[in-house]
């Protein structure tokens, strides 16, 4: 963790990733590199000496029509003091079911490029593309 926090360190001081007063927004699949990136991002609050606010969401697709249980990310978020919230969707449904897509890849292609320029609604974040870019500029270190 260290080491990945050392590079992100590096990143965004080099680069003026984050300005003071920046609310990051982090889209959290529950796969260990949106889950480490996010966690990483809490601990540079610390230390980093820019003044900046962290949070994390979750659209949960619902496959099969089944919420799934996120409460291992709520408990490890609380405790980082990340602010986390889940957002149930129908994309399960809309995928599988209405366009009949053999996988959910299919219906969203360049995805991280849509989630770049597109803000969600009621999230107050100034930085939301930050994670996605920085984890396609930095697959070399993963």
Not at 7 to 24: E, N, S, V
Not at 69 to 89: M, V
Not at 111 to 135: D, E, H, V, Y
Request: proline fraction near 7%; aromatic fraction near 8%.
């Amino acid at each position: 963790m260290q080491r990945l926090e050392g590079l992100m360190r590096k990143a965004i001081q080099d680069y003026d990733m984050i300005q003071p007063g920046d609310r990051i927004c982090v889209g959290v699949s529950g796969g260990k590199d949106s889950v480490a990136l996010t966690v990483a991002l809490g601990h540079l609050r610390a230390y980093l000496g820019i003044p900046f606010e962290v949070a994390a969401v979750t659209l949960d697709p619902r496959f099969g029509g089944v919420e799934t249980d996120y409460s291992p990310l709520e408990q490890l978020f609380a405790s980082q003091n990340i602010p986390y919230e889940i957002r149930r969707t129908e994309i399960g449904r809309i995928v599988f079911d209405l366009r009949k897509s053999p996988t959910p890849v299919h219906c969203v292609p360049n995805s991280a490029g849509a989630f770049c320029t597109t803000q969600p609604k009621n999230l107050a974040a100034t930085r939301l593309p930050l994670a996605i870019i920085w984890m396609m500029r930095s697959k070399h270190f993963i």
